[in-house]
Each structure stands twice: as structure tokens, then as C-alpha cells.
């Protein structure tokens, strides 16, 4: 879901950048009240791990961006959503700084699509309400697809969404639409089992 700076206009680009600096602000701020100290040393933990499974991508063609898991909710589930998505803005900021994945005028629809709508979005909204107080290995499973699904379908139809207002993508908004949905079906799914997976492990 990584998209790139050739694919962005900078009017895009900059109002992206104001959205995603908004909410990291507004979640920094939220993490310093609830002053938890102890999530310190798993947030970068977590971001090590979730940083090496975005490494491992594939382009989609013709879309100027790149299929991956995104690991948002996973750090929302065991992080809370505010520490979630932070960890999420610096793993991306590393990447593009560093890595030249996704690009710096990018940066902020990265953020955005890849944080906001799985930590801010899924997680409080999807995840907790199937989930429950007390969820039992079921509960679990069907609400870390659900919102892993339906995170990554919001991100990916942003992606087509500032692509297309960009006014540089040579594809039809329909066709767009076809190549990325479908594929972040298939990777929510997968990610949803795996985000079960390991909070399951961890809850035991």
C-alpha cells in the first residue's frame, strides 16, 4: 500500500502531510497523558517486527503502489490505538528516509492510509466491539479479519482516492479500483489470521 512520490501531486501530497501531522501530534499527546512508560521498550520491539514484514512487498502495476502487510492493528491490539499508530508513523518514516520506500511527499498519505484507518479507524470501531471484554479464540479470529479486512480496503481505496485527485495515474478510477481492492482482500485476510494468531498466543 506504499505509494510513491511520482504518483502524488504536491497539493495532495501537502494536505496529506497536514492530516497525518495532525493526528501524530494528537496521538502524542494522548500517549503522554496516559503516561505509559512500560509500552516503551514493545513499541520498539513491535516496530523492529512490523518494519521487517513491510520489507517484504510486491508492486502492483500500473498503480504506483505496493501490496504488503500492514501490521496497523496488530500494534493497535497490543499497543492501544493512540501508541499504535505513533509506532506506525516512525516505521514509515524510517522507510522513506532511509529506504527510499515510498517517498518523503508521500509520507503523509503513507501515514495516513496505513495508520489512521487500521489503528484509529478498524481497531476502536471493528476490533473491540466483536471482540468483547473477554474474547475467547473465535471472538478473536473473526475480529481480526473483519478489521483487518476492512482496514486495509478503507487504505487501499485512499490510495485510489489521491492517486486519481493527483491527476497523474493513467488508469480509470473503475479500473484502479479492480486491481487494488481485490488484492488487499486477499493480504487482510492474512493479515487478520495472523494478527489472531499472535494475540492469541500472547493472551495464553
Request: hydrophobic content about 55%.
Amino acid at each position: 500500500m506504499h505509494m510513491a512520490d511520482g504518483f502524488i501531486s504536491p497539493a495532495v501530497g501537502c494536505t496529506m502531510w497536514a492530516a497525518s501531522a495532525a493526528i501524530t501530534a494528537l496521538c502524542a499527546r494522548k500517549v503522554r497523558q496516559e503516561k505509559e512508560v512500560r509500552l516503551v521498550p514493545l513499541m520498539g520491539v513491535l516496530g523492529a517486527f512490523i518494519f521487517a514484514c513491510q520489507m517484504l512487498n510486491f508492486t502492483i502495476p500500473g498503480t504506483g503502489s505496493s501490496g504488503h502487510l500492514g501490521g496497523g492493528l496488530i500494534l493497535a491490539v497490543l499497543l492501544g490505538p493512540y501508541a499504535g499508530f505513533l509506532v506506525m508513523a516512525a516505521i514509515l518514516a524510517v522507510q522513506a528516509l532511509f529506504f527510499a520506500d515510498g517517498g518523503l511527499l508521500a509520507l503523509g498519505c503513507n501515514i495516513f492510509n496505513m495508520g489512521f484507518f487500521s489503528c484509529l479507524v478498524a481497531y476502536p470501531f471493528i476490533y473491540r466491539p466483536l471482540a468483547g471484554k473477554n474474547p475467547g479464540t473465535g471472538r478473536i479470529t473473526l475480529a481480526s479479519i473483519t478489521a483487518a479486512v476492512i482496514g486495509l480496503q478503507l487504505g487501499a481505496f485512499s490510495v485510489v482516492l489521491e492517486t486519481t485527485a493527483s491527476g497523474i495515474s493513467a488508469l480509470p478510477f473503475a479500473q484502479f479500483v479492480e486491481l487494488m481492492l481485490p488484492i488487499h482482500l486477499a493480504i487482510g485476510v492474512v493479515e487478520g489470521l495472523a494478527t489472531a494468531a499472535i494475540v492469541i498466543f500472547i493472551s495464553k
